[in-house]
């Protein structure tokens, strides 16, 4: 359990001195997915990425390990105020590019593509999205705990 701020020694002051940057967060996220996918795709049509398993695998291993690094990192925050805060902030955006990362990349792995079809594409641009997405949350929490 993330502990409340009272829980965990934090007074009005400490709650006040950080604000959550969700929002921005959010904002700089979508624009950076957008960029990346369109990169990916991009790279994609003109055959300078030539498969879209590999990519897939990537994203979900590390949408995985992140998933699991985030539940362990929960349960670490637990005494750490300033962690645990930051953890609440950006934890929805966090998942949200995990979740999407996992399930894109599942299914980048379960459909066999050809070579000259749209859904490779559509399925990379997916994976590259929220790969972004999922990226950019992590570097948000790290700098807000690093703060």
Request: with cysteine; aromatic share 12%.
């Amino acid at each position: 359990m993330i502990c409340n701020y009272e829980g965990c020694g934090c007074g009005m002051s400490e709650r006040r001195r950080g604000s959550c940057m969700n929002g921005i967060m959010i904002l700089v996220s979508i624009i950076g997915g957008l960029l990346f996918t369109t990169a990916a795709v991009l790279l994609y049509i003109n055959s300078l990425i030539t498969t879209v398993g590999f990519i897939a695998w990537v994203a979900l291993i590390v949408g995985l390990v992140l998933l699991l690094t985030l539940l362990i990192f929960s349960f670490a925050a637990e005494d750490n105020c300033k962690a645990a805060k930051c953890t609440r902030c950006y934890l929805g955006g966090l998942l949200f590019g995990i979740f999407g990362s996992i399930f894109t990349g599942a299914i980048g792995i379960a459909t066999d593509f050809a070579t000259v079809a749209v859904f490779p594409a559509v399925i990379l641009g997916l994976i590259a999205f929220f790969f972004a997405y999922m990226i950019i949350s992590l570097l948000f929490l790290l700098k807000c705990n690093l703060e």
